[in-house]
């Protein structure tokens, strides 16, 4: 007869428990972001893929010098270049240009190699976390055509 009783007690005891803290809680500001229609701001730190950053022409600042190509570990990173002429004090120079920056990202393990050799601040890691596909294709980059097209989205929210 007591543990009848007894599961009476502790029954409704938790009960009121569970009941206070869910009271407690409808009171609390929401923390649930409602993803997509709601973003959160990525951290300094948060690695998401490569990108190319550019110069206050809106160009790439990558000088093809080549130390990310090599440094890269799992060979992620394609570039080519093309050489123009430019005319400095009177005398025509040649000039590397970079006409392709490739990345596989499906290989990429995001270990920063590639930043740290870069001595010309010409990439970083990109706030991008909005990844998904079954196609290994989606996640191979341009990342010249990538700076072309945020250039330009950021020119219109300006
Ligand atoms: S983060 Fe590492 S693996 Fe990824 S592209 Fe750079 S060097 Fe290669
Ligand atoms: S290390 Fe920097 S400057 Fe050199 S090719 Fe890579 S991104 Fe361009």
């Known amino acids: 007869m007591g543990g009848y009783f007894s599961d009476i007690f502790y029954g409704s005891k938790s009960l009121l428990v569970g009941l206070g803290i869910t009271f407690r809680e409808f009171f609390k500001p ?3 972001v409602q993803y997509p229609y709601q973003t959160l701001k990525m951290s300094a730190k948060f ?3 490569i990108e190319l950053i550019g110069d206050e022409e809106e160009k790439a600042k990558c000088v093809v010098c080549g130390m990310c190509e090599r440094a890269c570990p799992s060979g992620c990173i394609t570039l080519g270049s093309v050489s123009i002429e430019t005319e400095v ?3 025509v120079k040649k000039k590397k240009v970079l006409s ?4 596989d990202f499906t290989k990429c393990s995001l270990c920063g190699q590639c930043v740290e050799n870069c001595s ?3 990439i970083t ?3 991008e976390y909005n990844l998904a596909s079954a196609r290994k294709e989606d996640f191979h ?3 010249i055509e990538r700076l072309e097209r945020l250039t330009h989205s ?3 929210n300006a």
């Open 89 to 91: 004090d009177g005398k």
């Open 125 to 127: 890691f990109s706030k």
């Open 100 to 103: 392709k920056y490739d990345l």
């Open 154 to 156: 950021e020119e219109k």
């Open 47 to 49: 690695r998401g893929h």
């Open 120 to 122: 010309f601040g010409a």
């Open 30 to 32: 929401v923390v649930t």
């Open 141 to 143: 980059f341009n990342l």
